[in-house]
């Protein structure tokens, strides 16, 4: 009988949730039919009935299924641990149960996607995995996902995982889905049953099924892949296809299916809804491994149809007659069907009856079956009803109504071959894949026009269930080759819906299957079954009973009379197959009403033919269930149906009783001869009538009257000691016996009474049943134990007369009791004392006599025959629990146990090994008799694997560090795995040559799991073992539980790779070893593969730790909320980055005020006397005109400043700063001041405001997405005004910048340009240009050709186009066709630049910057191609003149052409061609503007012979210049004006080369050289003009800015403040210099330029030396070409973060180019371009270093570097960060102390010269401070009424006493381990070091053999060091592997030990001798406890073996001690004893 819980009365959650619903749960039209057909489908179905009374009753129909959740405390989950369960039906409408397996961590792309190019793998419309009706946004909220790479397949752990219970409850069109009875970690059940609603869905119909599913995301279906091979057309683009998919891992999509009688939704868990129709009604729906399988409602027969064929067209169910059921329409099947059914109409051809789905946006395909007898054929048998489908093993099971027999299947992936055999006549380069209906909304929709990601077509109503494959695999890849999967491949017939049968044609192409049914077994006993009537009927389920078998159980109702029937499963590797396959083994039935499957148990509970709950496992009976409560009045037991009259005692807790019942046991039928038949059972009961929602223990229990009750059925143990104890009975004895052993422990163990056993009282009643299975006499062996211990409690038998008798009183005279307060109580009642010996010594009592009776042994036992295997593996298993220290309370039972075995096996060598460990509880001399005689030992046999000497896992160890080699170590699975990991770990480790593990078991070969003995060499054997103990899932927490000794070793071997592990470790390798930085590195990098976990982590990171984004309290110069007006736009960038890297001044400050444009200017204007009002308030405007013109040039810079620096949030619109150019009078009237209307044009704003648009977008990043979503767009697009805003077009610029127009929809770009505003159309054309910048994206170039004649068909309409449009569109062009190299648009091109001016006056305007436009587009399409093309001749001239071009306009984009033709080609010849003239006459020929555009260029193509020196630019002057620059005039005949302002455009020139080379790379010598020039050029004057000086200085400016980007050099800033501050500045040379100060912090400080070909070209783009010269001007070059910097800037800032305080550091760092120079940096910092570096690394003496390395992590680095992420380094100890001491004085202080060994290091006064670490100092303080000792009561009174409780009081030391000396040596011990673990940084080591220290205290009072074994082991390994450092070569540079503490407190801690031994042996010798076998009249036994720990402890340290010197005479001694190969130390002791 096992006690179940008390009864709780189940309520589901769902219930009570709607009975709270606001609102109905049933749609308000769901009674009225939904098509006027029908009354056509109630004939069709040849049944009239009353619908809405039908429906009537489906409002009250309500089921449930409750499945079992894991969670893991890792977050990882497991496909074969997760077990759902589907269990719950109720009424006329049910579920059929299933096994589900969710695995909800799959995040491994497809083999697919990866093989496409990376920019073909990105979806241009909807991606698949997106919902209709749901945005992108929708991915963000995960609510089961977790993305991991490589998922982890650990077994559950218990002690920290835990599970909880899902419901999904069904009513009317309302589903609940819940979740309750979360288990806290370590206990099965929480305390209270709490439950919580996860989802609450409500449709429009009923729902008709409910499941929870598992969809794939991913095409896996090998015919589609097959045909878009072939639609690919390119080879190097074939997707590789093997004969399936299985290896193809897909992303699992857990969901919700829903389905009504018209569609089926599908809510998935992470957001995504989808909606779809299904063609057909479905019967049931199975969940399966491939998504669902979808059971078709049977067909009633047409064959004798009295209807004309017309009404067979209609659909049976109440969908809308849309879908047509006629049987002639073969759903597109195949080829080979149609032919069949067409030709003849044959009535009689079977249809598909099951269809399965792998998407809910896929099609329905028809299931094939695959057998020996019937081979390939679809899934078509009406007959067929599935009764059981599993995820885990992929099977179904099938019932086959017609001859009556299951059949088990084996579901899987259809093979090509399949598919090609059942479609024989398809051409597989044209299909169509569909499963449409004829007349279906699809077949409608298929000749209109598919437009990708149209929002229009992806909203659906919820009213109109249409289906749209938008989102399928399919749609994805087809949207990547520019296809449409319906209208491009294949085209479907049309059909009308009402046309004859005989006259459709048939559908062109077939639905290609995508399931196969493999044949498994079919059961040889036909079985009849009943009609199904209830849910019990289809009850199927998968067991694994007690001891691993798995089983297939199915209910079975034959002629009334229901069994289950149990099926066993086994896997078997055929050959050359990996896969395991399953065959069926025997097949039993039991008679069973109703049967669950327990999961935590692995029984079965059932309810037998009377009503009682039956326990099952596999095929072994259990036992009942009792339960109590009300339930127990329910149940048939023969204990309930007693008369009131019987003699027996009945407990009044257990059952109520029933006097009219008989006693009616099944188990007394099994004695009578005569059949038990059915028709003698009882007919009216009032028992149990079904089990139900059985999820992990729990179950549901309903009785015939219907209530619902709630049990819990209990574990089979709670002691960890009797689990592990039961695995290893399971590794030693054989199946069936472990089976009967673990359920008979069962019943004892959960017998009804009290269940709150402790450990001590659960192990009493293992122990004594496995005595008794064994063979023992119980009751014998346990009065022997108690006479032996004398314990007083004592097992009695059963009263058998109420008088006492002579046993009382001897048990009660033998008892503690009378032993404590006899004597004492009879002195004084004056009695004579009892004399108790004659009882128990002299006299011999009834107990005596028993015990002298020659013990009987049982050998019919069922134990009996592996007594030795279980004992060895009993022994293995306490070697095991010594490696937990959590687990040492299990030692002492366990030896008991076995030392009671060894005593009688005549084991001596096991039984003195147990006395040794625990040597005051057992006896030293074997004296008794044991009760296994020599008969019955030589009946025992022992197995190979056993050996004499006890395995001691201590002794291996020990062995392994000294190099002995002893051989494998025995191994058994689930019995000592920790020991086997050790010893593997140890052995990769380098210890132990000759060491390793060996198998061995019951069911395991020796041979076959053992481990090499001598592992293969490595060059980092300590790496090795890290790596190993990693994979083995062993974590810190695990290492602290080891011995203090194995605990030291490991630590030891993962603290010699801490300071360089390997690059490719995953995160619990590193976090093993110590390195949490790198750890978090790992995670970070395999967490950020796109920019939407991106920004998920950094939501995350920014709440808890500094980020790059992390502002600072007092942010600089914010405004006040309330004043937006004065928003600067740069309010975020006050952030912390900023202020650590530049903490001492406040340059940021002096640039947010330089660049801000939103405040009004003062005006500091003093009114003179003489001055009237009207006068001033024009002077005041001219003032302000001129401030305004600097003003206006602002929005670029701040642009540059502001780069990606500002979340854009999708909920909230965006505020621009406002561009103020208006002024403030002086205080204190301060009146404003603006500009009048006729100082300046109504346009002069137009551009200044563009601009600013433009530095509010490129701002911006996105804080969910990849991209700003295009609806965002919208919502900010200005409204209530006809014209477009002007900043609304410079946003659409900055959006495009930064690739936020991707997702676009064109609708919307057609609406922008249709309102031909030139800003609008300028900013959108370069935006999607930069956007889909060298992609050659056809939609985006058909947008610039409209705008550009040369790209039209001759015969267009001639288009009138602004000449600015026009230039946009012909840069445009070059950005969308970057770097491809285009001949025929690089003609175009090249034409376009001497394009002769038309005759129309428009043509003229402007005309030099389209050409300029045309020469740098060129220039970006050909960067760096050479003369490939041909082009250089035509350049040449258009450059030089001749074929009548106009150089003034073609001679600049000519010039950057050619210059960026032959980028980096070194060509010497086109060098000389672009070489300033060399003679004054060839110098008047050439303007002198364009000299510097030719020097630019000729840089360009000798790019690698520029020099960051003043020697190359001067070099660049002809010799004929120099002599005439800056000298005042003295020849006439020499033109110094022309001389003047070649050199310094020339110099100009040069410097702006150099600025390009070396952009982003910080050379200083680049940037001196730069400065020097512009400022000779600032202060110099004379005849070159103002306007060149100033021209050429803002172009060395810039040139120095650049080389300096990001860094803000102060330098730069210096000199562009100067030249800023003098008046008056034209508008261009505001713009240069501000641009110069926007680039030196560009991207606040996170990013910098790079110099790729491309990046050049968009440099010499956005910096042209030609700035406007007034804000409209766009002669030269169109002013939004100023931004293209933007496509050259990137992040590459390498931004640390100390680990622990998460706050931004300082760290030096080094990185080293490809030519091995190295150069040292502190961080953060701007690091150089990554293909220039090989490898970087921080480098910091205050950290642990960190690498990133070309050939390993580099990807890792490129990722850090894009998103700006922080670089975790875990700070070393003794070191404090550079903000606590930033000259490391405090380091040096903290060094110096502890350098000195004879000082006494005082750790609490010094403690914060070390760390900063709160823990540290709070142990320091509270333990070795002045509190250590701690203050008395008395002194802490005192204190409190003197001056209160005050902290300074309370931390002082006791007054009234003095600390002793062994507390003040603890404390100066612990001192110096906490001085050695902190310096060293080995904190973890710190326990263990302490844990000696406790060893060594109590060593002198209570030592044992496990304390002993741990000293042993320490100084074993300390040996071994110095052994290896002896032996071992050091290498320069590498750090010898040191122990992680000074071996003199290892020494300390022997002498400690030698001495406390010498001060034992003199108690201990006469003893000693004794154990050696030496004569001595001492006995070991009646010695004092004490003496027994000293001598234990004594003979372990010293390796002495019992009895070695016995019978041997003195002289003979030291030669048996040599033969023995005893240690030094043991031959020393000896030889002592002998003399």
């Not at 004829?438 to 929709?445: I, R």
């Not at 001891?547 to 229901?562: A, N, S």
């Not at 188990?667 to 009578?672: G, N």
């Not at 006890?950 to 020990?958: E, R, T």
Request: glycine share 6%; charged share 20%.
């Amino acid at each position: 009988m096992i006690a179940a819980s008390e009864p709780l009365e189940f309520v589901p959650h769902g219930r009570t949730v709607l009975a709270k619903h606001p609102g109905q749960i049933y749609g308000k039209a769901h009674n009225v039919s939904p098509s006027e057909n029908s009354l056509l489908y109630k004939l069709t179905n040849f049944a009239i009935k009353d619908e809405s009374f039908l429906e009537g009753r489906e409002e009250e129909q309500e089921w449930w299924c409750i499945r079992e959740v894991y969670h893991r405390s890792d977050e990882v989950q497991d496909t074969t641990n997760e077990q759902q369960r589907e269990t719950k039906f109720e009424y006329d409408s049910f579920r059929p149960p299933s096994r589900l397996k969710n695995d909800f961590n799959i995040s491994i792309k497809s083999e697919i996607l990866r093989s496409m190019p990376k920019e073909e793998s990105v979806p241009s419309g909807p991606s698949r995995g997106g919902s209709a009706n749901s945005s992108s946004m929708s991915k963000k909220f995960n609510l089961n996902c977790s993305q991991m790479k490589r998922p982890k397949k650990k077994p559950l752990n218990p002690k920290i995982d835990s599970y909880y219970e899902e419901e999904l409850y069904v009513k009317g069109c309302t589903v609940v889905w819940s979740k309750g009875l979360v288990s806290s970690p370590g206990t099965k059940l929480s305390e209270a049953e709490q439950r919580e609603t996860i989802a609450c869905y409500t449709i429009d119909n009923p729902i008709k099924h409910a499941a929870f599913a598992n969809f794939h995301v991913d095409i896996k279906n090998t015919m589609l892949i097959d045909a878009l091979n072939s639609q690919i057309g390119d080879v190097k683009k074939n997707i590789k296809i093997e004969d399936n998919t299985e290896h193809i891992e897909s992303t699992i999509m857990p969901s919700i299916l829903l389905m009504d009688n018209k569609c089926m939704r599908v809510f998935a868990t992470d957001g995504r809804e989808y909606m779809t129709s299904i063609p057909f009604q479905v019967k049931k729906v199975w969940p399966m491994k491939y998504g669902v399988l979808l059971e078709k409602e049977a067909i009633p027969s047409f064959n004798k149809s009295l209807f004309p064929t017309s009404f067979s067209r209609f659909n049976e169910s109440h969908n809308n007659s849309s879908f047509s059921k006629s049987r002639t329409n073969l759903f597109n099947m195949s080829a080979k069907l149609r032919a069949e059914s067409i030709s003849g109409f044959d009535q009689d051809f079977p249809l598909p009856t099951c269809f399965s789905l792998s998407h809910p946006l896929d099609d329905v395909t028809p299931v094939l079956m695959k057998s020996p007898s019937q081979g390939l054929q679809y899934y078509n048998e009406g007959d067929l009803q599935i009764m059981f489908v599993s995820s885990e093993p992929s099977i179904i099971l099938v019932y086959d109504w017609k001859v009556q027999i299951h059949s088990l299947w084996k579901i899987r992936k259809a093979t090509r071959d399949e598919c090609l055999s059942m479609c024989p006549n398809t051409n597989t380069t044209t299909f169509s894949q569909t499963c449409d209906f004829v007349g279906s909304p699809m077949h409608s929709m298929k000749n209109t026009s598919w437009t990708v990601g149209s929002p229009m077509q992806s909203r659906k109503s919820l009213a109109t269930p249409t289906r749209s494959r938008q989102n399928s695999p399919m749609a994805n890849i087809f949207q990547q080759q520019g296809l449409s999967p319906h209208t491009s491949i294949g085209q479907a017939s049309s059909m009308s819906m009402m046309a004859g049968p005989m006259t459709q044609a048939p559908p062109s192409l077939p639905l290609y299957p995508d399931i196969c049914l493999d044949h498994i077994w079919t059961d040889n006993q036909v079985i009849k079954r009943d009609p199904i009537e209830s849910p019990s009927d289809m009850q199927a389920f998968l067991h694994t009973d007690i001891v691993g078998l798995d089983y297939l159980c199915f209910m079975v109702k034959v002629c009334g009379l229901t069994k289950l029937q149990i099926v066993r499963l086994q896997k078997s590797h055929s050959h050359g197959n990996s896969k395991p396959n399953i065959i069926v083994g025997t097949v039993s039935s039991v008679l069973a009403k109703d049967a669950v499957v327990l999961n935590h148990l692995k029984m079965i509970a059932l309810i037998d033919e009377t009503g009682n709950i039956i326990l099952q496992s596999g095929n072994n009976f259990v036992g009942k269930v009792h339960v109590g409560g009300i339930l127990a009045r329910l149940l048939d037991s023969p204990y309930t149906k007693r008369p009131l009259q019987s003699p027996f005692p009945r407990r009044s807790s257990l059952l109520p009783s029933r006097s009219d019942a008989t006693l009616d046991d099944p188990a007394l039928h099994l004695l009578s001869p005569v059949p038990h038949s059915a028709a003698t059972r009882r007919h009216h009961t009032q028992g149990v009538r079904r089990l139900c929602d059985a999820a992990g223990s729990r179950v549901s229990v309903r009785s015939e009257a219907g209530q619902l009750y709630r049990i819990a059925l209990p574990p089979p143990t709670a002691a960890p000691l009797v689990a592990r104890l039961a695995a290893a009975l399971a590794a030693a004895a054989p199946r069936d016996v472990t089976a009967q052993v673990l359920i008979k422990w069962y019943g004892v163990r959960n017998a009804p009474g009290t269940q709150d056993l402790t450990p001590e009282q659960e192990w009493t009643m293992f122990s004594n049943l496995l005595y008794s299975l064994i063979g023992y006499d119980v009751e014998k062996l346990s009065q022997r134990k108690q006479n032996d211990e004398e314990v007083e409690v004592v097992t009695k038998k059963q009263r058998t007369s109420s008088d006492g008798s002579q046993d009382d009183w001897e048990y009660l005279l033998t008892s503690k009791l009378h032993k404590e307060i006899g004597n004492p109580l009879a002195s004084m009642l004056n009695l004579k004392p009892l004399q108790t010996d004659k009882y128990t010594r002299t006299g011999k009592s009834k107990l005596d006599v028993d015990m002298e009776k020659a013990p009987q042994f049982n050998t019919n036992a069922m134990l009996f025959p592996y007594t030795v295997q279980l004992f060895y593996a009993f022994h293995l298993a306490y070697e095991d629990l010594k490696l937990n220290t959590l687990l040492s309370s299990d030692l002492k039972p366990l030896s008991s146990f076995l030392y009671q075995l060894s005593k009688d096996l005549r084991l001596e060598k096991y039984s003195n090994y147990y006395w040794l460990d625990f040597p005051t509880e057992y006896s030293f001399e074997n004296d008794d008799e044991s009760q296994m005689s020599e008969p019955v030992l030589k009946k025992l046999s022992q197995p190979n694997y056993f050996t004499t000497d006890p395995p001691n896992i201590f002794s291996y160890i020990d062995a392994m560090l000294k190099d002995v080699d002893v051989g494998y170590y025995t191994y058994m699975t689930d019995v000592n795995n920790t020991t086997k990991d050790i010893i593997e770990i140890l052995c990769l480790a380098g210890y132990g040559a000759g060491a390793g593990v060996r198998g061995a078991g019951a069911r395991e070969a020796p041979p076959a799991s053992s481990t090499p003995r001598v592992p293969a060499p490595c060059a980092m054997p300590a790496a090795r073992a890290a790596r190993a103990a990693a994979d083995r899932g062993m974590t810190p927490r695990d290492i602290d539980n080891l011995p203090p000794s194995v605990s030291l070793l490991l630590l030891t071997v993962l603290a010699r790779c801490k300071s360089d592990p390997p690059a490719d470790w995953d995160a619990a390798a590193y976090t093993l070893v110590g390195r949490e930085d790198l750890a978090l590195q790992a995670d970070i990098s395999d967490t950020l593969t796109s920019a939407l976990e991106y920004c998920e982590s950094l939501a995350l990171e920014v709440l808890e730790k500094e980020t790059a984004y992390t502002q600072t309290r007092n942010p600089i110069d914010e405004p006040r909320a309330e004043d937006s007006d004065l928003a600067t736009g740069m309010e975020h960038l006050s952030t912390k980055l900023l202020a650590l890297q530049y903490p001492k001044d406040r340059r940021m400050t002096e640039v947010f005020n330089l660049l801000q444009s939103s405040i009004p200017v003062s005006i500091n204007l003093t009114q003179r006397p003489e001055v009237s009002d009207h006068d001033f308030i024009e002077e005041q405007e001219k003032y302000l005109y001129a401030i305004s013109t600097r003003t206006m040039a602002l929005p670029i810079a701040r642009g540059m400043l502001t780069l990606r620096s500002l979340p854009c949030s999708p909920t909230e619109p965006l505020t621009l700063p406002r561009l103020n150019v208006s002024g403030r009078g002086p205080p204190p009237r301060c009146s404003a001041v603006t500009l009048g209307g006729g100082d300046t044009p109504p346009h002069c704003l137009l551009w200044p405001t563009f601009h600013n648009g433009v530095a509010a977008g490129l701002a911006l990043v996105p804080v969910t997405g990849t991209n700003i979503h295009s609806s965002w767009i919208m919502y900010n697009k200005p409204r209530g005004t006809a014209e477009m805003s002007t900043e609304h077009a410079g946003f659409l610029l900055g959006l495009g910048l930064n690739g936020h127009l991707r997702d676009m929809p064109f609708m919307n770009m057609y609406d922008y340009l249709v309102r031909c505003n030139e800003m609008t159309s300028i900013g959108l054309l370069l935006g999607l240009a930069a956007t889909y910048r060298g992609t050659m994206d056809v939609q985006a170039t058909k947008m610039m050709s409209i705008h550009l004649e040369a790209l039209l068909p001759p015969t267009s309409v001639e288009l009138d186009i602004q000449q600015g449009v026009l230039t946009a569109a012909l840069l445009g062009v070059g950005l969308l066709y970057q770097g491809t190299a285009h001949d025929h648009l690089a003609r175009v091109l090249l034409a376009e630049i001497g394009k002769p001016a038309g005759a129309e006056a428009e043509s003229c305007v402007e005309r030099e910057g389209a050409a300029l436009a045309a020469g740098l587009a060129l220039g970006l399409i050909c960067a760096g191609v050479g003369p490939r093309l041909g082009l250089a001749p035509r350049l040449r001239s258009l450059m030089l003149g001749g074929a009548g071009s106009n150089l003034d306009v073609t001679a600049p984009g000519a010039t950057l052409a050619l210059g960026l033709l032959y980028m980096k080609s070194n060509s010497a010849p086109v060098a000389a061609w672009l070489a300033p003239p060399a003679t004054a006459y060839l110098l008047d020929t050439v303007r002198p503007d364009l000299l510097m555009l030719r020097i630019i260029a000729r840089g360009l193509v000798l790019w690698d012979e520029m020099e960051p020196s003043e020697e190359w630019v001067e070099n660049q002057v002809p010799a004929t210049i120099k002599p005439y620059c800056f000298v005042k005039p003295t020849e006439d005949n020499i033109d110094y004006e022309a001389m003047n302002q070649a050199y310094c455009n020339i110099v100009a020139g040069a410097c702006f080369a150099l600025g390009l080379r070396f952009a982003g790379s910080g050379c200083e010598d680049a940037r001196d050289t730069a400065l020097a020039y512009a400022a000779l050029l600032a202060r110099a004057g004379g005849p070159a003009g103002a306007a060149t000086l100033d021209a050429c200085a803002c172009a060395c400016l810039l040139a120095a800015a650049m080389v300096c980007a990001g860094r803000g050099d102060l330098n730069v800033l210096r000199l562009a403040r100067r030249l800023r501050a003098r008046k008056p500045l034209a508008h261009s040379t505001q713009m240069a210099v501000h641009a110069a100060i926007g680039l030196l912090f560009v991207g606040g400080g996170r990013g910098t330029l790079c110099t790729t070909p491309s990046a050049v070209a968009s440099l010499l783009v956005a910096f042209f030396p030609k700035f406007p010269t007034h804000s409209e001007d766009n002669r030269y070059h169109l002013q939004a070409f100023r931004h293209l910097y933007v496509l050259a800037v990137e992040p590459r800032l390498l931004l640390p973060r100390d680990l622990h305080t998460g706050k931004l550091c300082y760290a030096h760092v080094q990185v080293i180019d490809l030519s091995g120079a190295v150069r040292e940096m502190k961080a953060p910092c701007i690091i150089p371009e990554l293909d220039t570096l090989r490898e970087v690394r921080v480098n910091d003496p205050r950290y642990w270093p960190i690498s990133f390395h070309r050939d390993h992590n580099w990807d890792q680095l490129r990722t850090f570097l894009e998103y700006t992420w922080c670089i975790d380094i875990k700070q070393r100890a003794g070191c404090l960060s550079y903000s606590d001491d930033p000259d490391g004085f405090l380091t040096i202080l903290a060094r110096t102390l502890t350098l000195e060994p004879a000082r006494v290091w005082s750790a609490s006064e010094n403690i914060e010269l070390f760390t900063n670490d709160e823990k540290i100092r709070n142990f320091v303080k509270h333990y070795l401070g002045e509190s250590a000792v701690g203050m008395c009561g008395d002194c802490l009174a005192t204190a409190k009424k003197k001056k209160g409780i005050k902290s300074d009081m309370i931390s002082r030391q006791c007054l009234c006493r003095k600390p002793s000396k062994a507390e003040q040596e603890y404390i100066q011990a612990l001192s110096m381990l906490t001085y050695e673990c902190v310096v060293k940084d080995i904190l973890c080591a710190l326990p263990v070091w302490t844990t000696f220290l406790k060893i060594i205290k109590t060593m002198k009072t209570e030592p044992t053999s496990y304390h002993m074994w741990q000293i042993k082991l320490l100084l074993s390994q300390i040996d071994a060091h110095h052994k290896r450092s002896n032996t071992d070569m050091t290498v320069d540079g590498t750090e010898t592997n040191e122990p992680l503490v000074s071996t003199q407190f290892v020494v300390a801690i022997k002498q400690k030990v030698a001495n406390i031994f010498d001060k034992w042996e003199g108690k201990i010798t006469p003893y000693l001798r004794k154990y050696l076998g030496l004569p001595s009249s001492r006995n070991i036994n009646s010695c004092e406890e004490d003496i027994k720990r000293m001598l234990s402890t004594y003979v372990v340290y010293h390796d002495l073996p019992r009895s070695v010197l016995r019978n041997v005479d003195d002289e003979l001694s030291l030669v048996l001690c040599s033969e023995l190969n005893l240690s030094a130390e043991a031959v020393s002791k000896i030889e002592a004893l002998v003399r």
